[in-house]
């Protein structure tokens, strides 16, 4: 049963009990003084109840079940996530970096090369594998990652690493390296771009 108020038109209050059918009333109601209609007036009140009912009923459970999921999921989850995306923030693909690495890479690659020819007074055999790989590989590690791009960036690099180191040991570029510049070329690329 739904408790009634109504304040009619001509200042009359009355007040009675109802049992709500889908929500409206059963039957009509007039004013007692003026006999004005007071169905529409009871029909609000019952609407505005249920709403209140419906709203305020599933309130305790909802206040009951959110105390322990803050306690539990509340430190558990949110504590590990924070160190785990600092990390991937700091270790974003950078392609200028990943240049910079690729030139250092065939920069020691240049330099172990040379090195190797300097001392033993021939051309190491892998010596585009050997630029190649560096090459790629110092562009991978610093632009903490790998695509294309940098992969034909690295391609370039070697290609000039190569033919510097030749025209280091040779003072001349030999046409039978061509094959080591390709492959260098083709090492590099494999590399950095995955
Ligand atoms: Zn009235």
Excluded at 126 to 144: C, D, E, N, P, Q
Excluded at 149 to 165: D, E, K, N, R
């Amino acid at each position: 049963m739904i408790p009634i108020k109504i304040q009619c038109g001509c200042g009359q209050k009355y007040a009675f009990d109802v049992e709500p059918v889908n929500g409206q009333m059963s039957h009509t109601v007039a004013c007692p003084v003026c006999g004005m209609d007071g169905t529409p007036a009871a029909n609000e009140i019952i609407a505005q109840t249920l709403t209140t009912q419906s709203q305020t009923a599933p309130a305790p459970s909802r206040m009951t079940q959110p105390s322990p999921l803050p306690t539990r999921s509340g430190p558990s989850t949110a504590v590990p996530l924070r160190p785990a995306q600092a990390p991937k923030v700091s270790g974003k693909y950078n392609l200028g970096l990943g240049i910079l690495g690729a030139i250092i890479g065939a920069g020691v690659g240049v330099g172990a090369m040379y090195g190797f020819f300097s001392i033993s007074g021939f051309r190491f055999p892998l010596l585009g594998v050997g630029i190649g790989l560096l090459t790629g590989a110092g562009a991978r590690i610093l632009a903490k990652g790998s695509d294309v791009t940098l992969g034909a960036i690295s391609g370039l690099i070697a290609l000039l690493a190569v033919l510097g180191t030749l025209y280091l040991m040779y003072g001349t570029f030999p046409a039978f390296n061509i094959v080591s510049v390709i492959v260098s070329v083709y090492v590099a690329y494999r590399v950095a771009a995955k």
